[in-house]
């Protein structure tokens, strides 16, 4: 049964370089589309997360999360660079990384 977890992780990281290639093709740059494709990748990281059972897919998820932290950033939303630095602060000291 350990296969569908990752399987899901595999879609969900295979589905957020193509909305992330098709926003910035679009011309994704108010910073409601960069907030937007934040939200798609810490959803996208999340869901990584909660499948995840090796270091590589926390890794992964991690990952999602800081390409998420950098568009907040460059959107200027603070409370979602703040929620998020929360949840990467949370999912750290879950695996033990404190």
Known sequence: MRIIPALLAFLFLM???CARAAAQSA???TPEQLS???DA???SGAAILNAAATDREFGMAVKQWE???ELYR???NREGEASLLELLAE???RRGNT
């Open 15 to 17: 589905a957020a370089p």
């Open 27 to 29: 011309g994704a740059s």
């Open 36 to 38: 937007a494709q934040a």
């Open 41 to 43: 990748l810490v959803e």
């Open 67 to 69: 390409q998420a932290l």
């Open 74 to 76: 460059k959107a200027g």
């Open 91 to 93: 999912a750290h000291a």
